[in-house]
């Protein structure tokens, strides 16, 4: 049994240690954010924050995570609570298949946790880890920029009260 | 959710609870019925797939307490027909579109639509649920106006009832008691009047996308079945690779490793554990020894040896030819093999449990699988269920029906355990089937009159269509001891065509003589890529309006405009023009502009886009600036539903048109993951991209979803022309390509 960190909680999984995080996401936690798209950290669409980091959980044997916490797209809001990130996608309608999206969204919000209001260059390099294939990428980036307008502006009113 | 739950209904269970609305009659249904029976043969066609769907119950169902379930044939696949196709159904029922429950693509429940294809949905699905539901509305008003006593004219319809007008009200549930919808179709519907819309028109958020944002089980990728295993095949290294020998015994010893299934050269494992599977099919795929031969032709000599094979050579516009010298002008242009690829690779789940084989799919036709299925397992058609569940992106024939015949021999070897299955990367990129190489030349002669006098077309191409059906379509089928041979291609016919689709010039030209040169011997699988032969066609006409529209020292808008009279795709070039700035533009430095226009099919949206490009002077790299489109695809049901696909359809062709081509030896494909077959990147992306939807109420749906791919490949070589000199004429338009034939 290997104990991990995901989403606040510690749980024990039982899988053999060279086992990559994103299958025990989904297959032994049942947690369908992060997706399977090529197993190489080429595409992003396995995406999770590693203690404020984004990863390629394709890539990170559950045995290399000790007590590091784990985020999931789970972590971030509900379809009748969607997070900030979340929603801005919803706005902007920013999916087709929508199949990266959820590897868009982790690694968005690693960005948005650093910097709250960064340019569109900024974004534009920071997401070019992840791939979409149906061509959503110009809502992708509003989304994010929304986002970022979103956070601020929750920030300021947090701030004020 | 549709067909989600692994005890889903079947369609005898919705026949007996569609009871109550097969058992009553009414003077309105017995009317409906008797106008249907007495003239059959005189029967005007019926609108979109009610031609082969007539009865109105198979599309819409109320039930007694007014719930409404609307049923379609075709799937989602991220292009948003869910979202569009309860906005029609809402607005003919005058209900709420929130309020409907839409089943998608299932073999034991929706009509039979075929594949989901072609941009087909909004005419074929569209259109029948439009009429399915303005028919029944009809009826329930006709039946109210008995029940209340009124003339039905003075009726009302909303939110699930009809109203007389002193208030009194009979509620869709109450009157549907009273009916049958078994009844078939007419072929006049009383549509609601464009200016009365609701709800048709608005850009509504799509339904799909909710659950997409927030990881709530929707894709087939994430279906968990109690007592689900897991399962991966390892695919011969070639096509042709024959599998020598494999001593399993140390795999059947790893962990979790529940069988190993070995069947001719068709080889895999089913584990307990997802990541088990995956393990276990890498030591299979170390101890398997294979034995391969060069089958594949000499990637440096690719085009001429394809254009070298024997063809079927079809004359599709029957113009004399356009002999050469004294003016002529001819260029030839190519496209490389491209694929799909999909982020997410193939996927299916399959439960053979009490003689019923259960696949779930992202496949684009469930029928079609069912029956290759059917014929893949000898089981009868009746014991197999396919049920559509949604993937990752879909762009045509892609891995999902080999995925689904992979769910459906691993279920069987495994009975009463649902099997997942999912393919790996390299797999994918391997064994999908690829988007046919192309070859065109082109010759042209200018008339006195600054018009095209001569035009001759000849195109080179494989199959843009070997979908299952048969069980030979199925690549897991060609590997099995007893295998499938895969039926001899055959070219699809115009008016819509497959590697001729779009060779036919929409412009007037004195003389059009078009050739298609059909091979069937296909080097590498191909099927069906989003807008088949159209991509490269559309690349190469609208490549060469340019050139010669250079020869004539024309606009090459003006140009085109010279050459056209339809209406419908001179408002589209006007709008993306002037949308553009395309007037006042003034080329500087590095930059230019190109244009480019397409009717999809010819028969279907208009699109045109105007397109800025930047190119870097040293390397010779392309980077698109900025993209002003306009499209007409008949009555806009939700524009931003429009927008959102032709954005994605202008930002995919860029990336298949800057960037991609299959990579090969004389053995094995090379382009096997995202760094040997690269596609668009964040740090490539435009400035803008801006779409214009031109709305026609009242005309027929013409679909959206493939418009974009060619127009977009031309605008872009055209710019680069214009900004560089550089006339490129081989896809990838690539920065050694561009670098090497730059002329300013």
């Known amino acids: ?161 | 959710m549709n067909g989600a739950a692994p005890a889903g209904v079947t369609r005898r269970d919705f026949l007996a609870a569609g009871g109550a609305l097969v058992v009553s009659f009414s003077l309105c249904s017995r009317a409906l019925t008797a106008a249907a029976q007495t003239k059959p043969e005189a029967a005007p066609a019926l609108p979109g797939s009610l031609k082969t769907a007539p009865m109105l119950d198979s599309w819409i169902r109320i039930a007694g307490d007014g719930s409404i379930t609307v049923f379609t044939g075709k799937a989602e696949l991220g292009q948003g027909i869910k979202t569009a196709l309860m906005q029609v159904a809402a607005e003919e029922l005058v209900v709420d579109p929130r309020a409907l429950t839409l089943v998608t693509a299932d073999t034991g429940a929706t009509p039979d639509e075929r594949y989901t294809a072609g941009s087909q949905s909004m005419q074929d699905s569209a259109t029948a649920i439009r009429h399915a539901a303005a028919q029944v509305r009809a009826l329930l008003v006709g039946l109210a106006a008995g029940k209340l006593g009124v003339a039905a004219e003075s009726l009302t319809v909303g939110s699930g009832a009809v109203r007389a007008p002193d208030g009194r009200r009979a509620t869709y549930g109450e009157l549907v008691a009273q009916t049958n919808l078994h009844v078939t179709a007419q072929s006049e519907s009383p549509l609601r009047d464009p200016a009365t819309y609701a709800v048709i028109g608005k850009s509504l958020q799509r339904v799909d996308i909710p659950p997409k944002l927030v990881g709530v089980s929707i894709y087939v990728h994430d279906l968990r079945l109690p007592g689900m295993v897991h399962a991966r095949v390892v695919r011969p290294p070639s096509y042709g690779a024959r599998l020598n020998s494999v001593n399993t015994t140390s795999v059947q010893k790893m962990r979790g490793v529940l069988k190993i299934v070995q069947d001719g050269r068709y080889l895999a494992v089913i584990a307990q554990h997802e990541y088990q599977a995956v393990t276990a099919a890498r030591a299979l795929a170390r101890l398997a020894v294979w034995d391969e031969a060069p089958a594949l032709p000499s990637p440096d000599d690719s085009y001429n040896w394809f254009q070298r094979l024997p063809s079927q050579d079809i004359v599709i516009a029957e113009g004399p030819p356009t002999s050469a010298g004294a003016g002529a002008v001819e260029a030839t242009y190519r496209r490389p093999y491209q694929i799909h690829g999909s982020i997410g690779p193939s996927c299916a789940v399959g439960r053979y449990q009490d003689n019923v084989l259960t696949i779930w799919t992202h496949s684009q036709g469930v029928y079609p699988l069912r029956d290759a299925i059917a014929e893949l397992t000898k089981l009868p058609a009746e014991s197999v269920r396919c049920v559509h569940m949604e993937g990752s992106g879909c762009y045509g024939h892609n891995g999902a029906d080999d995925a689904g015949a992979d769910a459906a021999l691993l279920a069987m070897a495994l009975p009463g355990r649902p099997v997942r299955v999912q393919w790996m990367r390299e797999e994918e990129h391997a064994w999908e089937p690829y988007g046919s190489m192309m070859v065109s030349t082109v010759r042209a002669r200018l008339g006195g009159n600054g018009q095209i006098s001569d035009w001759q077309y000849d195109v080179w191409s494989n199959s843009h269509n070997e979908r299952p059906g048969p069980a030979g379509q199925l690549a897991p089928a060609w590997h099995l001891a007893a295998p499938f041979a895969k039926p001899a291609p055959k070219p699809a016919p115009q008016p819509t065509g497959g590697g001729d689709r779009n060779a036919i010039p929409l412009y007037r030209f004195g003389n059009t003589r078009v050739v298609n040169h059909f091979i069937a011997t296909m080097p590498l699988r191909v099927s069906a890529l989003r807008a088949l032969g159209a991509y490269h066609n559309v690349f190469a006409i609208e490549s060469f309006m340019d050139e010669v529209a250079g020869m004539a020292k024309a606009d090459p808008v003006e140009f085109r405009l010279r050459h056209l009279e339809d209406p419908r795709a001179r408002d589209v070039i006007r709008a993306a023009a002037e949308r553009f700035g395309w007037a006042g533009y003034q080329r500087t430095g590095r930059r230019g502009r190109g244009f480019a226009f397409a009717k999809y099919k010819n028969l279907a949206a208009w699109f045109a886009i105007a397109c800025e490009v930047e190119v870097d002077r040293e390397s010779g790299r392309p980077r698109l600036v900025r993209a002003v489109a306009a499209i007409d695809s008949g009555e806009a049901v939700n524009p931003d539903g429009i927008r959102n696909q032709t954005e994605g359809g202008i930002l995919q062709a860029m990336s298949w048109t800057l960037y991609e081509a299959v990579t090969f030896n004389q053995t094995r494909i090379t382009s096997l993951d995202w760094s040997t077959y690269p596609i668009l990147r964040f740090q490539s992306l435009p400035d803008s991209v801006d779409v214009h939807v031109i709305n026609r109420p009242g005309q027929p749906y013409l679909g959206t979803g493939e418009a974009a791919q060619g127009p977009t490949a031309a605008a872009l070589a055209n710019a680069i022309a214009n900004a560089t000199g550089a006339r490129v004429r081989d896809l990838p338009l690539t920065p050694r390509r561009v670098k090497g034939l730059m002329r300013i």
């Open chain 1, 1 to 161: 049994m290997i104990s991990i960190n995901v989403n606040g909680r510690t749980v024990q999984v039982d899988a053999e240690p060279d086992t990559p995080l994103l299958y025990v996401l989904r297959d032994h936690l049942e947690l369908n954010g992060a997706k399977f798209g090529c197993g190489l950290g080429q595409c992003g669409s396995c995406t999770v924050l590693l203690e404020n980091q984004p990863v390629f959980s394709c890539l990170i044997p559950i045995s290399t995570l000790g007590a590091r916490r784990v985020r999931t797209l789970e972590s971030l809001g509900t379809a009748d609570k969607p997070g900030p990130v979340q929603r801005a996608f919803l706005e902007e309608q920013a999916a087709q298949c929508g199949y990266c999206i959820p590897g868009m969204i982790m690694r968005a919000q690693a960005l948005l946790e650093r910097n709250p209001s960064p340019s569109r260059r900024e974004i534009l390099r920071h997401m070019s880890p992840n791939l979409c294939r149906c061509g959503t990428h110009m809502r992708i980036v509003a989304a994010v920029e929304r986002a970022a307008r979103l956070i601020t502006a929750r920030a300021k009113t947090e701030a004020e009260t």
